[in-house]
C-alpha cells in the first residue's frame, strides 16, 4: 500500500513536499514515479526514480523545479516541488513498479499507486 501525504494549497511560487510511505512491501528495489491528474484531463508523468538513485526523470514541464528523491530506509518517496505555478494544481499520485523500465512516463507500467493527494496552487 502506497499513501502520499503532503498536499494542500499554497501561493503561486510557493514550495511543498509531498511523501509517499509503503506499507507491507519493500520499495527498496523498486523503481517509483509520480503522476498528476488535474480535472478533466489525463493523468500526467510529473518524475521518477530508480531503485538506486542513480538515475531520476523528469519532464520539461516541471525539470528545474520538482526534485525525485527516496530514502529506502524509510521507506519512502519524497516529491519536492519548488516555484510552483497555478498549472500545477492537480491530484498527484505515487506509483511503484518492481519492472525495469524504459519509459518511465507510461503510467500502466506501474503495478501500484497511491490514492492521490490534492496540490492547489493560487494565482
Known amino acids: 500500500q502506497l499513501v502520499e501525504s503532503g498536499g494542500g494549497l499554497v501561493q503561486a511560487g510557493g514550495s511543498l513536499r509531498l511523501s509517499c510511505a509503503a506499507s507491507?512491501?519493500?520499495?527498496?528495489?523498486?523503481?517509483m514515479g509520480w503522476f498528476r491528474q488535474a480535472p478533466g484531463k489525463e493523468r500526467e508523468f510529473v518524475a521518477a526514480?530508480?531503485?538506486?538513485?542513480?538515475?531520476?526523470y523528469y519532464p520539461d514541464s516541471v525539470k528545474g523545479r520538482f526534485t525525485i528523491s527516496r530514502d529506502n530506509a524509510k521507506n519512502t518517496v519524497y516529491l519536492q516541488m519548488n516555484s510552483l505555478k497555478p498549472e500545477d494544481t492537480a491530484v498527484y499520485y505515487c506509483?511503484?513498479?518492481?519492472?525495469?523500465?524504459?519509459?518511465?512516463?507510461?503510467?500502466?507500467?506501474?503495478?501500484?499507486w497511491g490514492q492521490g493527494t490534492q496540490v492547489t496552487v493560487s494565482s
Open positions: 506509483a511503484a513498479t518492481p519492472q525495469t523500465l524504459t519509459n518511465y512516463d507510461i503510467s500502466r507500467l506501474y503495478a501500484y
Open positions: 507491507g512491501r519493500t520499495l527498496s528495489s523498486y523503481v
Open positions: 526514480i530508480t531503485w538506486s538513485s542513480s538515475i531520476t
